[in-house]
């Protein structure tokens, strides 16, 4: 049997090109259930475990029906986390780079008024959380007489967090005539419900993994008083050594704790909760995602919606105190069908806790074996070889794509009343230079960025300095990366 490929599915060739340097080279499940019914404006509910690729799933047909020369947002996607926020942009933004697709997020903790002014601009798609989403419609700040798209991701998230009642204000001054499509671990009834109040006769589409998670994870768990909970830690990391693992704890105190501790031991980590400045926690995400460190130390503000490949440890520190966080703590190894392993460290007090977990799995987990004295020595042994060594750095996705692209600066933006087409006018006027060879255009108040393609980029440079935008020369230059 043939396999399915993206080519079947009649995108636009700028999509399977950026497709393609993204590494995405056949459909996964979800992606292959997803896209036809999508690409047809069905409402869809989809049932998929994270991990799966839904993220590309709704952000392929979405990109592949952006109207670019539309000024007005055309899709709008709708979030938990400002981390997952940022995430999805980047997919969007990825996939439809070459159609030269602007993306933004908005969400809390970030300056309210530069949101405003990006979303000044010509925007295609809008990701972002509800409550800084709805705070925009509410100013009028945001158009939504185009929207096409409304995508409601991690929707049982959403309903955990209590953000359902704005998701469905948002929807109701969202136009009638659009494609709705929710995406969700689970389906509790107040999700279903409003499926049936909001959606039009919605296809639902359920993916069962091949290997589900008993089988892809390894998961065991280790009795420990409090005062021993460090000690038993190290002592499993250096049996392990994880590449790259990330520790759950309840909350932002004890990240902070387990931070030092580890720190004083020489593990390169990193720290992310809901305590800190935004810009620091998408700081700590980045460096996490490249490999800077490979220990991250988090509250559930990383359980959920956060893609990062070759995760091979997750260790709860503490047992989470909601059962569905354990499935979303763990599922952030054994991703895209790979293997991982799951430990929790369980304290008297917790017993109850990682009961209930049992019973909502309706599976035992493993006690896990102690590990001897001698491979515990072997293994710090091992380890502080691996720490002398600079971390090896993780291929970024989107790395192909980028080298293929070359951004420029133009030093005029707003302030000088410049617009996407005066630059655009005034590159193809450049012999040799077409449409095609320019990508996203980013006017600011004082400067502007603009994507060269297809290796066009020496032509741009030598030429646009001779040329006028808008009757006047302009400084151009290649950007910093």
Same mark, same amino acid.
């Given at each position: ?8 599915? $009649? ?12 590494? !995405?080279?056949?459909?996964?499940? #979800? ?22 690729? =839904? ?25 938990? /986390?400002?981390? +997952? ?41 809008? #990701? ?23 995508? *409601? ?20 001054? +969202? ?10 671990? /689970? ?5 279903? !419900? +409003? ?31 409090? $005062? ?7 002592? +499993?990391?250096? %049996? ?6 990330? @520790? ?5 105190? /004890? %990240? ?44 559930? #503000? ?38 991982? #392993? ?18 909502? @799995? ?18 710090? $042994? ?69 994507? *060269? ?6 032509? %741009?440079?030598?030429?646009?300095? =001779? /040329?006028?935008?808008?009757? =006047? ?9």
């Amino acid at each position: 049997m043939n396999k399915v490929s993206f080519q079947d599915f $009649k995108l636009d060739e700028k999509i399977i090109r950026a497709l393609e340097k993204l590494g !995405y080279m056949t459909p996964t499940n #979800v992606q292959e259930k997803v896209l036809p019914s999508a690409l047809e404006s069905i409402d869809l509910i989809v049932k998929s475990q994270t991990g799966s690729g =839904k993220t590309a799933a709704f952000a392929i047909p979405i990109c592949e029906r952006i109207e670019i020369e539309e000024n007005s947002p055309q899709a709008l996607i709708l979030v938990p /986390t400002r981390e +997952l926020a940022v995430q999805v942009k980047e997919e969007l933004f990825n996939i439809g780079r070459f159609k030269r697709i602007r993306c933004e997020a908005i969400f809390g903790k970030q300056s309210f008024e530069r949101q405003v002014r990006e979303l000044k601009q010509r925007v295609h798609i809008i #990701v972002g959380t509800p409550g800084r989403t709805l705070d925009h419609i509410q100013k009028g700040n945001i158009n939504l007489e185009k929207i096409n798209y409304l995508v *409601i991701d991690e929707a049982d998230k959403m309903l955990n967090m209590g953000f359902i009642e704005d998701v469905e204000t948002i929807i109701k001054t +969202l136009p009638i005539s659009r494609t709705t499509m929710l995406f969700s671990a /689970t389906i509790p009834e107040k999700i279903l !419900y +409003l499926c049936e109040k909001h959606m039009e006769e919605p296809k639902l589409i359920e993916i069962s993994s091949k290997n589900p998670a008993t089988e892809r994870i390894q998961q065991y768990y280790y009795p420990v008083e409090e $005062k021993g909970k460090f000690s038993l830690l190290n002592k +499993l990391i250096y %049996v392990y050594r994880p590449d790259s693992c990330i @520790l759950f704890c309840n909350t932002k105190n /004890t %990240v902070n704790w387990l931070l030092q501790k580890m720190q004083s031991k020489g593990y390169r980590c990193g720290a992310l909760h809901g305590g800190m400045e935004q810009e620091e926690r998408l700081t700590v995400m980045k460096e996490f995602r490249q490999g800077t460190f490979g220990f991250l130390i988090a509250t559930d #503000v990383a359980a959920r919606g956060i893609d990062i490949e070759n995760i091979n440890l997750v260790v709860n520190f503490d047992v989470p105190v909601e059962k569905e966080s354990y499935i979303h703590r763990i599922g952030r190894t054994g991703r895209a069908e790979k293997q991982g #392993v799951a430990l929790t460290l369980v304290t008297p007090r917790e017993v109850r806790w990682f009961n209930q977990i049992e019973d909502y @799995l309706a599976y035992k987990i493993s006690p896990g074996e102690l590990p001897s004295e001698k491979d515990i020595e072997q293994g710090r $042994k091992a380890f502080q070889e691996q720490v002398q060594h600079k971390p090896k750095m993780k291929k970024d996705k989107g790395l192909k794509l980028n080298q293929e692209i070359t951004k420029i600066y133009i030093k005029a933006g707003k302030n000088k009343k410049i617009r996407p087409g005066d630059i655009l006018g005034a590159m193809t006027s450049i012999q040799g230079i077409a449409s095609e060879d320019i990508g996203i255009i980013d006017i600011q108040d004082n400067i502007s960025y603009v994507d *060269i393609l297809n290796g066009k980029e020496k032509i %741009v440079l030598n030429q646009l300095p =001779k /040329t006028t935008i808008k009757g =006047k020369k302009i400084k151009v230059d290649r950007a910093i990366k």
